[in-house]
Structure formats: structure tokens, C-alpha cells
């Protein structure tokens, strides 16, 4: 069950990664956290990944962290997002904020998502994979 965890992980790493550089292609310098997010969390889940593989337990720890960590930021920062989307709907502003705030808020929710999923699905099989790693 761990090399499945660790597929999980890889693919966390690469999601959070692909997201970071889609939202600097879509908001340019203003998703500077969402970059800096997806690339640490990017590196780390692909770490975690790789040494879960190789049957290291910490490598298990290291990814479940990371993921709770980033569902409690990325729930925050999604429902940041998603309060000023509702302000930038109910005033007259130019249509390039809101669609700005708005792929800000999809993208923020994607990950959300997916580290929730990942987490979800870690402490599902957290005995199983403690039993098989050392």
C-alpha cells in the first residue's frame, strides 16, 4: 500500500507545481504566494513521494503533514479569495480584477481540493502503511 501512497504523493507534488505555474501565467506578479506555495508544496510532496517509495516512514509523516498543513492555509486563503471576489462582484470595477480574483479563487480551490483528498486518503491508510514502512 505505501507505493500507492507514494504515487499519491508524487501526483500532489506535480498538481501543486502545475497549479504554481498556471496561476503566475494567469495573474502574472500578483500570484507570487500561489507560485511560492505550489512550489514548496510541489517539492515536498515529491520528496515525500520518493522516499515513501523507497519505504521510508518518515516519508509518510512528511507527506500527511504537508498535506493537513496546506488544506488548513489553502482553506484560509480560498476563503480569503472568495470574499474578495464577492466585493469586487457587488462594486463596479474593471472586468480584469474580477476575472483575476476569480482564477485566483479556482485555483486556490483546486488545490484545496486535492491536498484535502490527499490527506483524506493518507490517514485512511495510515496503519496499513506504518505496518509496511520502517
Request: glycine share 10%; proline share 1%.
Given at each position: 500500500?505505501?507505493?500507492?501512497?507514494?504515487?499519491?504523493?508524487?501526483?500532489?507534488?506535480f498538481?501543486?507545481?502545475?497549479?504554481?505555474?498556471?496561476?503566475v501565467?494567469?495573474?502574472?506578479?500578483?500570484?507570487?504566494?500561489?507560485?511560492i506555495?505550489?512550489?514548496?508544496?510541489?517539492?515536498?510532496?515529491?520528496?515525500?513521494?520518493?522516499?515513501?517509495?523507497?519505504?521510508?516512514?518518515?516519508?509518510?509523516?512528511?507527506?500527511?503533514?504537508?498535506?493537513g498543513?496546506?488544506?488548513l492555509?489553502?482553506?484560509?486563503?480560498?476563503?480569503?479569495?472568495?470574499?474578495?471576489?464577492?466585493?469586487?462582484?457587488?462594486?463596479?470595477?474593471?472586468?480584469?480584477?474580477?476575472?483575476?480574483a476569480?482564477?485566483?479563487?479556482?485555483?486556490?480551490?483546486?488545490?484545496?481540493?486535492?491536498?484535502?483528498?490527499?490527506?483524506s486518503?493518507?490517514?485512511?491508510?495510515?496503519?496499513?502503511?506504518?505496518?509496511?514502512?520502517?
Amino acid at each position: 500500500m505505501h507505493k500507492n501512497i507514494s504515487y499519491l504523493y508524487a501526483f500532489f507534488g506535480f498538481f501543486m507545481l502545475a497549479c504554481g505555474v498556471v496561476a503566475v501565467d494567469l495573474a502574472g506578479e500578483q500570484a507570487m504566494t500561489a507560485l511560492i506555495t505550489g512550489a514548496a508544496g510541489g517539492l515536498i510532496g515529491l520528496t515525500a513521494g520518493h522516499f515513501l517509495n523507497r519505504g521510508k516512514r518518515w516519508g509518510f509523516l512528511l507527506g500527511t503533514i504537508e498535506a493537513g498543513l496546506l488544506t488548513l492555509i489553502l482553506g484560509w486563503r480560498s476563503a480569503t479569495y472568495f470574499s474578495q471576489l464577492l466585493n469586487l462582484i457587488q462594486q463596479p470595477h474593471s472586468i480584469d480584477t474580477t476575472e483575476t480574483a476569480g482564477m485566483a479563487f479556482l485555483l486556490t480551490t483546486a488545490m484545496l481540493v486535492i491536498a484535502l483528498l490527499t490527506l483524506s486518503v493518507s490517514v485512511m491508510f495510515a496503519k496499513q502503511v506504518i505496518k509496511e514502512t520502517r
